[in-house]
């Protein structure tokens, strides 16, 4: 188990390692060994594997690495050694987190307006929502995932009876044939839940539209009291 050969951009990422020559056990040490040992075995048995993990340098740095381990084989097929290929994904994982982060903060933002708000795609379907929007419609849980069609939502609001009496299948095909026109659009209507909902449907610069819905029930009831 030595290390045969090293390239320029291997020996440019792993500064602290001993150069070529060594032991796979001397240049990454008990510690790491052990962790890699399975991986490194597995490709010398003729398998191909790959692992992700975290390598700490002697001057304190830390890297995430991806190292994939391949079967080097003579002409007959037989294994005669073993390639390993690092990559280092540490930019990559640090921006990951960073979009994580990111991401978490605008659904925190989202699911605190008070509106409900919903994004479909140029193909109609479920792309983003906050929490709001399913408690002012009064959608299950199963409607509120990504890539739910806006013809579903449709169909379960008129079987439910949203829509007023009349054949479900015409009241959604009316509503998808408006849909389609991608023309801002707004309404009242009362929901399942009897409250009074102002929708609200503006089209997106790519395709799709988003929706807003707003609980304008005492506002309607103030309007009617004068």
Same mark, same amino acid.
């Given at each position: 188990?030595?290390?045969?050969?090293?390239?320029?951009?291997?020996?440019?990422?792993?500064?602290?390692?001993?150069?070529?020559?060594?032991?796979?056990?001397?240049?990454?040490?008990?510690?790491?060994?052990?962790?890699?040992?399975?991986?490194?075995?597995?490709?010398?048995?003729?398998?191909?594997?790959?692992?992700?993990?975290?390598?700490?340098?002697?001057?304190?740095?830390?890297?995430?690495?991806?190292? !994939? %381990?391949?079967?080097?084989?003579?002409?007959?097929?037989?294994?005669?050694?073993?390639?390993?290929?690092? +990559? *280092? #994904?540490? =930019?990559?994982?640090?921006?990951?987190?960073?979009?994580?982060?990111?991401?978490?903060?605008?659904?925190?933002?989202?699911?605190?307006?008070?509106?409900?708000?919903?994004?479909?795609?140029?193909?109609?379907?479920?792309?983003?929502?906050?929490? !709001? %929007?399913?408690?002012l419609l009064g959608l299950p849980e199963r409607l509120?995932?990504?890539?739910?069609?806006? +013809? *579903? #939502?449709? =169909?379960?609001?008129?079987?439910?009876?949203?829509?007023?009496?009349?054949?479900?299948?015409?009241?959604?095909?009316?509503?998808?044939?408006?849909?389609?026109?991608?023309?801002?659009?707004?309404?009242?209507?009362?929901?399942?839940?009897?409250?009074?909902?102002?929708?609200?449907?503006?089209?997106?610069?790519?395709?799709?539209?988003?929706?807003?819905?707003?609980?304008?029930?005492? =506002?309607?009831?103030?309007?009617?009291?004068?």
């Amino acid at each position: 188990e030595r290390i045969l050969y090293t390239n320029r951009a291997y020996r440019t990422a792993m500064p602290d390692q001993v150069p070529a020559g060594s032991s796979v056990r001397e240049v990454l040490g008990e510690q790491r060994y052990a962790a890699v040992a399975p991986h490194f075995h597995r490709a010398l048995s003729g398998e191909e594997t790959e692992v992700t993990r975290e390598v700490e340098h002697n001057d304190g740095s830390t890297t995430v690495r991806t190292v !994939r %381990y391949l079967p080097d084989r003579d002409a007959a097929g037989a294994v005669i050694g073993v390639f390993a290929l690092v +990559e *280092d #994904i540490t =930019r990559q994982k640090l921006a990951a987190k960073e979009l994580a982060a990111k991401t978490e903060l605008l659904r925190t933002t989202f699911d605190s307006i008070d509106e409900g708000i919903s994004i479909f795609d140029r193909h109609l379907r479920l792309v983003g929502w906050n929490r !709001r %929007y399913g408690e002012l419609l009064g959608l299950p849980e199963r409607l509120l995932r990504e890539g739910t069609s806006f +013809e *579903d #939502i449709l =169909r379960f609001n008129a079987q439910r009876g949203d829509y007023g009496p009349g054949d479900v299948e015409e009241q959604v095909r009316s509503r998808m044939d408006f849909t389609t026109h991608y023309q801002p659009h707004d309404l009242e209507r009362p929901s399942a839940k009897g409250l009074i909902l102002e929708i609200r449907r503006s089209p997106l610069p790519g395709g799709g539209f988003a929706i807003t819905a707003a609980d304008i029930t005492e =506002r309607k009831r103030a309007e009617a009291a004068l």
